[in-house]
């Protein structure tokens, strides 16, 4: 099984600022990576599929990079509808769809 | 525009059965695969299943197999979860989720819609 790890696991960033998440897979899973946002009380929102594809809708000051084992989810300059907890997952070998622990993004 | 719509979920005794449903709206059912996926309180996304878009190809994850099977009924919309001998460990929210590639692409993928999930609580 494929183990996904996210530093750090708390950001905390002033708004307008950048944030850079990061993530990665005990082996290679070469593109097959997405990033999602979830906010308290909501579900998850696929933000980043194929490492670095953004979603439909997605602003684009979300950006997805890396392949193989290191990926990093950038935020330009962060709104404040951007704090939120954000989660890895790897969809090349599976099952099981491995998400990582996810980072919480708050504000400084 | 898709909308998927979860229910079945309360609080149930340990050692009881519990069937969820997510019924599905807004694209074509029949061409997607689907995923549950379950959070408990507080903690991370833990994919538990998934099933092909003609419910062929069933997968689940080790933590799970062998108490849980996951089905469908494309004439209804509607994929469902079979939840057997409930346990505390298995008290989360539990979402359905459409997979993100249509069978055409022969790629299974991340879930690109979500429902806003159903709660299960196991406790006597």
């Known amino acids: 099984e494929i183990v996904m790890t996210q530093s750090p696991a708390t950001l905390s960033v002033s708004p307008g600022e950048r944030a850079t998440l990061s993530c990665r897979a005990s082996?290679?899973?070469?593109?097959?990576l997405a990033w999602y946002q979830q906010k308290p009380g909501q579900a998850p929102r696929l933000l980043i599929y194929?490492?670095?594809t953004r979603a439909t809708g997605i602003p684009a000051r979300f950006s997805g990079s890396g392949s193989g084992t290191e990926f990093t989810l950038t935020i330009s300059s962060l709104q404040s509808e951007d704090f939120a907890v954000y989660y890895c997952q790897q969809f090349n070998n599976w099952p099981p769809y491995t998400f990582g622990p996810g980072t919480k993004l708050e504000i400084k | 525009q898709v909308q998927l719509v979860e229910s079945g979920g309360g609080v149930v005794q340990p050692g009881r059965s519990l069937r969820l449903s997510c019924a599905a709206s807004g694209f074509t059912f029949s061409s997607y695969g689907m995923h549950w996926v379950r959070q408990a309180p507080g903690k991370g996304l833990e994919w538990v299943a998934f099933?092909?878009?003609?419910?062929?190809?069933?997968y689940y994850a080790d933590s799970v197999k062998g108490r849980l099977t996951i089905s469908r009924d494309n004439s209804k919309n509607t994929q469902y979860l079979q939840v057997n001998s409930l346990r505390a460990e298995d008290t989360a929210v539990y979402y359905c989720?459409?997979?993100?590639?249509?069978?055409?692409?022969?790629?299974?993928?991340?879930?690109?819609?979500w429902g806003q999930g159903t709660l299960v609580t196991v406790s006597s």
């Open positions: 082996q290679s899973v070469s593109s097959n």
């Open positions: 099933i092909s878009h003609d419910g062929n190809n069933k």
């Open positions: 194929g490492a670095s």
């Open positions: 989720a459409k997979d993100f590639y249509g069978f055409w692409s022969g790629y299974y993928g991340p879930g690109d819609y």
